[in-house]
């Protein structure tokens, strides 16, 4: 459990009961730990507008309107919620860490039609069906290998509803994200499993769309954004 700050007690952490349970990785117990978590070396007002932007920038691609229910995978703290929050009627937030779910519910303690949900190594399977008009996440498939891709593809396409959008950045192999490869490809060598979770992962856009394709989302490929590696991607729903 956590403080009001959201700041996790201490204490040892629970053992492994399945890969989820890797998502451990993404707890923290300081600010400073956090920040590393959310933007690495990126110093923080950098990040913080950066969040606020991309946040306008993705409501306009999933065209959201004031009676739009809308969710956030890997709401971390809760800054683009915060944004969005005022525009739509409900806004949910959903991580792996419970401790980022604690922090977002600080940073969105003004608004009501925010709620909040901790993924238990569930992919959302726990949400209901056709319940959502579009859903967002930015900063987190970086770190997914291909199954994780899938199993959250077809969760998605499940809760939102017929024509719903779904947005979701990735990493390929560019010339904005080479050394990053690199970089994580010399620890790959000494990583233990829990580490290696946070790692960043790279996928092209082929296999991206087809693992899409058949969860039953549609790759948006007109709107395809490669920005030297570093990939936005809008799926729709099938209407059926």
């Known amino acids: 459990m956590s403080n009001a ?24 117990r300081t600010p400073d730990e956090m920040q590393i978590q959310l933007a690495g070396t990126q110093p923080r007002d950098e990040y913080l507008q950066d ?34 929050a005022p525009s739509v009627r409900r806004m949910l937030c959903t991580d792996v860490s419970r ?21 238990d190594n ?15 996440s930015l900063n987190v498939f970086i770190h997914l290998n291909v199954f994780e891709f899938f199993h959250y593809f077809r969760q998605i396409a ?7 959008r779904f947005g979701v950045n990735f990493l390929d192999i560019g010339a904005s ?13 000494t990583a233990n499993p829990v580490e290696f979770k946070g790692f960043l992962s790279f996928h092209g856009i082929d296999v991206i769309s087809s693992l899409a ?8 490929l007109d709107e395809f954004v490669n920005e030297d590696g570093v990939c936005y991607l809008i799926l729709r729903r099938d209407q059926k």
């Open 5 to 28: 700050q959201g700041t996790p007690a201490t204490g040892p952490k629970p053992p492994l009961r399945s890969m989820g349970d890797l998502n451990m990785v993404w707890e923290w």
């Open 158 to 164: 499940r809760i939102l509803r017929p024509g719903g």
């Open 51 to 84: 969040r606020v932007d991309r946040a306008k920038w993705m409501a306009e691609r999933l065209g959201i309107t004031p009676e739009s229910s809308i969710f956030e995978i890997g709401s971390g703290e809760g800054i683009m919620a915060n944004v969005l």
């Open 99 to 119: 401790s980022f779910l604690d922090k977002a519910r600080v940073t969105c303690q003004d608004h009501a039609n925010v709620d909040y949900h901790h993924i």
């Open 213 to 220: 394709v058949e969860a039953g989302l549609t790759p948006l």
């Open 177 to 189: 994200t080479r050394s990053f490869f690199h970089f994580y490809a010399e620890r790959y060598l």
């Open 122 to 136: 569930d992919y959302l399977a726990a949400l209901p069906s056709a319940e959502f008009d579009a859903g967002f």
